[in-house]
């Protein structure tokens, strides 16, 4: 079989030098559909349900919301298993499908579950789907600020009002994006704060106020009629537009005079309170993060980000500008330029020594050309699977493996037509050099084909990998097999082709007489090798020994940890910490950060933003340190280790928090992977929460005394501060009252 392609490709070398053009120009095309990205998404199937239940406690959230939510979903098809999280007022419920179910799919059987939910749930409670992304979803940050240079001063209710009504709406038209979500700021309301002394005194209560409101603010249809054979349509617009109106509003008539709100409240424009906030340097600002669709390529959609951004701030009012604080392109553009940079290298080093082996310049560019040609079969390869290009899919590669099927044929071929060439003294004829390449590619291409055989069988056993470990290194082991796959076709087409075709034996005769010389002294080390086995067998199972016994003090991990640069600084203060205080304790963290010479800004997400994909208390920031280029660094040797621990210290200056430090996408994906922000973490079940906390505090104690553990924290239960107000019942009975009258007050 591999004779007859080898026959065929010879024989039509041009087609097949026709086709390998085509091939490469489709691998040059399909280049613009490759996912790129920094490391692959090891994210599981999962889809989040969040809920807000505005005034439950955490333990009535638990119960009335995220208990029902969890039983109604048991039993999905598909279905690994659930976790949930239960904060005052929040819910959220991690919904965790086995690999390779179809993430549409597992949301549409959620949403027909959550239709059942509102019989079960309590009144003017619904979940909602979290956005769909995956722990590589976060791809762009940005800060919508107060341009100081333009003499306009904004405040934060305005700038809220222009991310949410001018900014988001426009980023979510970008392809590939599929949620903005907004934290900091403040959303502007209308407040009224009735006062009860007149209120008393017109015999009015607090309902009367809000019925008038509801009354007198809205607007109605009211079909339509014909006249004079014209149809009119009627409708009764009222709703108010300014405080004034407001304030006209009429609650009731009191002895024939009306009570109007201006009366019996204060009418000013106020904001609503607010479960989270955002700073950066020091100072509060609305941050703005974009999410991916999940599938979608990184460095594209935040490119198409970059550039709407680059539009929408033409069209802000003055003194308003958008600014990025973090752009995943710049984490994936690093990585790609690294990986870039060594493959750049390696296919010199190969380009280089084939030169130098070979003798040969047109037989070392034919061998030379497999690496891209290759390569850009690879891509086509990628693009068609669906498989990432991050630095461990394109850092796998090796060009050495690649070539080495295409290296031994054209030597082969190579010496055969010298040889030929010098025994002929004469030019060879096209027949001749047709037959000698035959024979020379058929005589190595059995034994090359085992090697790589041999090679790609290696990698076989990482696709059997399932759950994490398949998503991390499935990738890596398809893409080589499908560059050594490529490989293997090119060295049974093209390169049998290219050699016949451009290459004739002439000029080799000089390189032989060097090779010969190499040969040679390889005879006299292998006889004088082979003459002495007992000490050749005991040298190498020494070397083997000791290499055993270095190899079990080695470290181990699953995979390096790749540097993304910037620093994310995990903030946790006393529980019940409320957010204007973790405001101004962030203040203090920040202004001391932000004054070391390697951090380009600081930046900070504190409490929960408008969509709770990542829902945290008040009193816990997530502070993310920005970088400068290295090469701007006073010391640029200066290890990022070294750099985390001056942090540390820096950070413990301000009195009332503790920290985690990690990184950016580190910290989502264990988050999301486990639902806990750090590498290793400890999960203990029960239902007493003081002797959970005990036992938990025992674990901790533990775990610290361990060499080279760090950042050990227990994950507070207890601390909230919290104010009931609790109904007397036999007082509510003679006074005519229901508890739900307490509860509306």
Known sequence: MFDFILKASIRHRFWVLGVTVVVAVLGLASSRHLIIDAV??????????????????????????????????????????????SRYGLSQVTVVFKDGTDVYFARQLIAQRLQESKNRLPDGITPKMGPIATGLGEIYMFVVESDTQSGVHRNLQELREIEDWVV????????????????????????????????????????????????????????????????????????????????????????????????????????????????????????GTVFMLIGENGLAVSQRVTKKIEEIQRSLPE???????????????????????????????????????????????????????????????????????????????????????????????????????????????????LDTVFKASSEVRQATMFGELIIMVVYIPILALSGI??????????????????????????????????????????????????????????TSLIDRPRAVVASAVAVLMLSLGVFTRLGSEFIPSLDEGDITLHALRIPGTSLSQAIKMQYQLEDKLRQEPEVSHVFAKIGTAEIATDPMPPSVADGYIVLKPRSEWPNPRLSKQKIVERFEKIAFQVPGNNYEFTQPIQMRFNELLAGVRSDVAVKIFGDEADVLLANADRVASLLTAIPGSSDVKVEPLTGLPLVEVIPHREKLARLGLSAGDIQDV
């Open 40 to 85: 692959p998404d090891i994210t599981n199937v999962q889809v989040q349900i969040n809920t807000e239940a505005s005034g439950y406690s955490p333990f009535e959230v638990e119960r009335q919301v995220t208990n029902p939510i969890e039983l109604l979903l048991a039993g999905l098809p598909s279905l690994d298993y659930t976790r949930s999280l």
């Open 168 to 287: 988001r709406p426009q980023l979510m038209t970008v392809p590939g994006v599929v949620e903005v979500n907004a934290i900091g700021g403040a959303s502007k309301q209308i407040v009224i704060t009735p006062d009860l002394e007149r209120l008393r005194a017109y015999g009015l209560t607090l309902n009367d106020i809000a019925v008038s409101l509801a009354r007198n603010n809205s607007n109605v249809g009211a079909g339509f009629f014909e006249k004079n054979g014209e149809q009119f349509l009627v409708r009764v617009p009222a709703v108010a537009k300014t405080t004034s109106e407001l304030n006209d509003l009429v609650v009731s008539v009191h002895e024939g005079t009306p009570v109007r709100i201006a009366q019996v409240a204060t009418v000013t424009e106020g904001s609503e309170l607010r479960a989270g906030a955002a700073t950066q340097d020091g100072q509060e600002v609305v941050l």
């Open 319 to 433: 003194g308003v500008r958008i600014r990025a604080v973090y752009n995943r392109s710049d984490l994936v553009s690093a990585t790609i330029a690294t990986v870039r940079k060594n493959l750049f290298e390696g296919a010199v080093l190969v380009i280089a020594i084939l030169f130098l082996t070979l003798g040969n310049i047109r037989a070392a560019l034919v061998t030379a050309l497999v690496i891209p040609l290759a390569m850009l079969m690879t891509i086509t390869g990628m693009v068609q699977g669906h498989l990432s290009a991050n630095l461990m899919s394109l850092g796998a590669l090796d060009f050495g493996l690649i070539v080495d099927g295409a290296v031994i044929i054209v030597e082969n071929s190579l010496r055969r037509l010298s040889e030929l060439r010098a025994r002929l003294q004469r030019p060879l004829s096209l027949d001749e050099r």
């Open 469 to 526: 470990e398949g998503k991390m290194y499935h990738p890596m082991a398809l893409t080589v097999l499908l560059a050594l796959g490529a490989a293997f076709i090119l060295s049974l087409t093209f390169v049998p082709a290219a050699v016949a075709t451009f290459i004739t034996g002439e000029g080799s005769t000089k390189h032989a007489s060097k090779t010969e010389a190499v040969q040679s002294w390889y005879r006299r080390t292998i």
